[in-house]
């Protein structure tokens, strides 16, 4: 199975919303509604964000949110802030009960 | 305090074997399951297999399917990734983490072990 396609990089100011996609196909992206994201500070484990496409885990701000449509999900980042420069991965189940990973986004705040 | 705690960094030789171990504790064990993830250096997350500690069903992505095992040891709340012979492309970051189902995602990581395989 290959990799979910993020974008390798977006950017933003402080204070701006950003908006990362993750295309994959009709085998897991768009069969499914578990999409999740995750951000990874350097140096650490990452973090889950969002699961099942659009759910907030207790203790993730509401500045961070995610949607589907067809085959590519989307993760927004709103008011962004210093402290979301990291990367950031989606992940999707598959139509062969695995998960499979995005490549990988690098957000930098300007 | 939910927590998975992994062993330590390894450093082995190419067709070593090595098994490297991810402890649960602050849950029930059984009732989640636990999966492995890649990190080569400087790149991104590979999802590797997945397995339900109550009862060792288990499922691996076609990339690392043979080429490694996961297993767990539902005695002592924890879970391990072997390899029986060691690559220098299998140097590494690994971590566990934890999900509610084999669908959901990943709600409770590790802090990660580094393999390293250098002759």
């Known amino acids: 199975q290959s990799a979910l396609t993020q974008p390798a990089s977006v950017s933003g100011s402080p204070g701006q919303s950003i908006t990362i996609s993750c295309t994959g196909t009709?085998?897991?992206?768009?069969?499914?509604?578990?999409v999740s994201w995750y951000q990874q500070h350097p140096g650490e484990a990452p973090k889950l964000l969002i699961y099942?496409?659009?759910s907030r885990p207790s203790g993730v701000s509401n500045r961070f949110s995610g949607s589907k449509s067809d085959n590519t999900a989307s993760l927004t980042i709103s008011g962004l802030q210093a402290e979301d420069e990291a990367d950031y991965y989606c992940?999707?189940?598959?139509?062969?009960?695995?998960?499979?990973f995005g490549g990988g986004t690098k957000l930098t705040v300007l | 305090e939910v927590q998975l705690v992994q062993s330590g960094a390894e450093v082995k030789k190419p067709g070593e074997s090595l098994k490297i171990s991810c402890k649960g504790s602050?849950?029930?064990?059984?009732?989640?399951?636990i999966g492995w993830v890649r990190q080569m250096p400087g790149k991104g997350l590979e999802w590797m297999g997945i397995?339900?500690?109550?009862?060792?069903?288990?499922r691996y992505s076609p990339s690392f399917q043979g080429q490694v095992t996961i297993s767990a040891d539902k005695s002592i709340s924890t879970a391990y990734l072997q390899w029986s012979s060691l690559k220098a492309s299998d140097t590494a970051i690994y971590y566990c983490?934890?999900?509610?189902?084999?669908?959901?995602?990943?709600?409770?990581w590790g802090q990660g072990t580094m393999v390293t395989v250098s002759s």
């Open positions: 983490a934890r999900s509610s189902t084999r669908r959901d995602g990943f709600d409770i």
């Open positions: 602050g849950y029930s064990f059984t009732n989640y399951w």
């Open positions: 397995i339900y500690p109550g009862d060792s069903d288990t």
């Open positions: 009709s085998s897991d992206v768009g069969a499914y509604n578990y």
């Open positions: 099942d496409v659009s």
């Open positions: 992940s999707s189940y598959t139509s062969s009960s695995t998960r499979v």
